[in-house]
């Protein structure tokens, strides 16, 4: 990976970790599948209103197999595909363009002493991890 794109994504790591942003990244395939298997199951067992009830069921399993799997956000741009990382690097890069830096430490203080343009970070990265991830955000513990 070229160092430019590496630092910057080290740098929306930085960001994030001080922002304590958390994502989770929704698994819709592994909720409807528990939905649906379950519903399956239940007309096999119980006919007509076995399906209502494993519906029930599973549609409840689902939401619990995919919620509440929030992770820090710097893990999960680190796994991101080659391809993603362009394309989140391309939206920091908008922000960041206009700075000249040598390295990954004088990026992060120009970036982490200027209340703007870490906000823009913040914002451009917030608007990547919701728009192409489709991931749920929080922030703290």
């Known amino acids: 990976m070229p160092p430019r ?9 930085d960001v994030s970790a001080h922002q304590q942003i958390k994502v989770a990244v929704k698994n819709s ?22 399906i209502a009830a494993g519906g029930a069921l599973g549609g409840l399993l689902g ?20 391809v993603q990382q362009k394309k989140l690097y391309s939206d920091v890069m ?3 363009g206009s700075l000249d830096w040598t390295d990954l430490a004088q ?8 209340a703007t343009l870490q906000q823009q970070v913040t914002a451009a990265l917030l608007n990547y991890v919701t728009k192409e991830l489709r991931a749920e955000v929080r922030y703290g513990d």
């Not at 794109?5 to 790591?13: A, G, Q």
């Not at 395939?29 to 076995?50: D, E, R």
């Not at 939401?63 to 796994?79: A, D, K």
């Open 63 to 82: 939401c619990w197999l995919v919620s509440g799997q929030f992770r820090p956000l710097p893990q999960i741009l680190m796994e991101l595909p080659p």
């Open 94 to 96: 908008a922000i960041v």
């Open 5 to 13: 794109i590496d630092d910057v994504m080290r740098l929306c790591c």
């Open 107 to 114: 990026l992060v203080a120009l970036v982490m002493g200027n």
């Open 29 to 50: 395939t592994k909720g409807a599948v528990a939905a649906g298997g379950v519903a399956f199951v239940g007309g096999l067992l119980a006919g007509p209103a076995g």
